[in-house]
């Protein structure tokens, strides 16, 4: 729970410490009434082992209040007078929270403590010997997956669109793209990974044309002269079918065609003027002004998303899937491979050890400032009850001691004195 000032508070555990804190108040003060009522019966006593019990509980006293005096000056005014330099918690918290800021900052926030405490953590054995473990690779997997299929169906649409209407499409308009498309096109042909979709076209004109045989035939026809017989038209339609089949036919079946020698050198020119042509270039440049002004390119964009992404979700939920099973093996892969390759751990932990550095030189300064901020906003008074309630059981022990000691003390000065003429 929260308090009302920001102080975390566990009723619970509030409700022990002030029980702690009254029953060792209570031991101290009865050390303190026990030591008044020992002097009392023991006054005027300077002989013998009453003048030792007599001078003992009088420094008992003293030791006792003198430190009762001290320890309540910590979160309050003894007796409420206003005594100087007491109440210290309420009337210092700012100057302790800038204390607190300060030692942070020099003892936390310097480049070779947190090189050091980087290095001997070895942050990258340890996460290798971590996912190595029984079940944690599945586990980081499943969680990194459940993550990411949330994350992206909690993307809104609308502000995707956004982003390629403002960010995208703009940038792409700006962007001169017909170099690299040519680029791109040139090493395609080079590759020949051009050549399935060669064959991937011929297969469907030549579908096309045994699909609609009627049809390719009406349109020969209607090109005829008129003075022609129709015999011979039907004729000559028939055979131009035949023959763009075998034609089609033979450029399927051979990588060598004419045909295919021809197109891969249009391929080439094309893209090496996409590449040195000006006005090729133009004309690239404003195919593709054209193409990107389409009011259906951004719907287009946006069904490609909606697609990719929902593929991408069902892959990463599918629990049993390929995608998660890929995950753990890289991941496995991942741990092996770092716990035997020593160079490559300490490589990563240099890099862990730069990331934390740069972090914390960037923004070093804004967390330790957060410590003098919040000790501003809390309220003095409450401020000390709550550290009083922190450690005023552990400083009551400084009452009993100074009671104990101080008494001890008078004894010794009591010897002292006795062996003095």
């Not at 409700?15 to 023991?42: E, P, W």
């Amino acid at each position: 729970m929260s308090g009302p000032l920001g102080f975390i508070v566990d009723p619970a555990v509030d409700a022990q410490r002030r029980r702690d804190l009254r029953r060792m108040r209570t031991v101290a003060t009865g050390l303190l009434v026990f030591a008044a009522i020992v002097y009392l019966f023991t006054r005027g006593q300077d002989h013998g082992i009453l003048g030792f019990v007599n001078a003992g509980a009088e420094a008992s006293m003293v030791g006792a209040c003198a430190d009762w005096f001290a320890v309540t000056a910590l979160f309050r005014h003894p007796l409420g007078l206003p005594i100087p330099h007491t109440a210290l918690i309420p009337r210092k918290k700012e100057m302790i929270g800038r204390s607190l800021e300060e030692f942070v900052a020099e003892n936390f926030m310097h480049e070779a403590i947190i090189r050091e405490r980087v290095i001997d953590a070895e942050p990258t054995r340890r996460m290798a010997e971590w996912a190595l473990a029984p079940g944690h690779a599945k586990r980081l997997v499943d969680e990194v997956a459940t993550v990411g299929a949330h994350a992206l169906s909690r993307i809104p649409d609308e502000d995707v669109r956004a982003i390629i209407v403002q960010a995208v499409l703009p940038r792409l308009m700006r962007e001169p793209v017909s170099s690299l498309a040519g680029g791109l096109l040139d090493q395609v042909v080079r590759d020949e990974a051009h050549v399935g979709l060669v064959d991937l076209a011929l297969d469907e004109c030549r579908s096309w044309l045994v699909d609609n045989e009627d049809l390719f035939e009406s349109l020969i026809r209607q090109r005829a002269p008129a003075w022609v017989p129709d015999a011979v038209n039907d004729l000559v339609a028939r055979r131009i079918h035949t023959e763009a089949l075998k034609w089609l036919a033979d450029i399927r079946r051979d990588p060598h065609h004419d045909v295919r020698i021809a197109l891969d050198k249009l391929l080439i020119d094309l893209a090496d003027n996409l590449q040195h042509d000006p006005v090729t270039q133009a004309k690239a440049e404003r195919l593709k002004e054209r193409m990107l002004s389409h009011p259906q390119v951004p719907e287009t964009a946006m069904s490609l998303w909606t697609s990719a992404r929902g593929v991408v979700i069902a892959a990463l939920e599918d629990v049993d899937g390929p995608v998660r099973a890929r995950g753990i093996e890289e991941v496995t892969a991942l741990g092996k491979r770092l716990l035997a390759d020593r160079a490559l751990r300490d490589r990563i932990d240099a890099r862990i050890c730069d990331i934390t550095v740069y972090a914390v030189e960037r923004y070093g300064t804004e967390l330790t400032q957060v410590i003098s901020q919040t000790v501003d906003r809390w309220d003095g008074k409450e401020t000390a009850e709550r550290v009083e309630l922190q450690v005023g059981r552990d400083l009551q022990f400084i009452r009993i001691n100074g009671t104990l000691v101080g008494g001890l003390i008078g004894m010794l000065i009591h010897a002292v004195s006795l062996l003095i003429p």
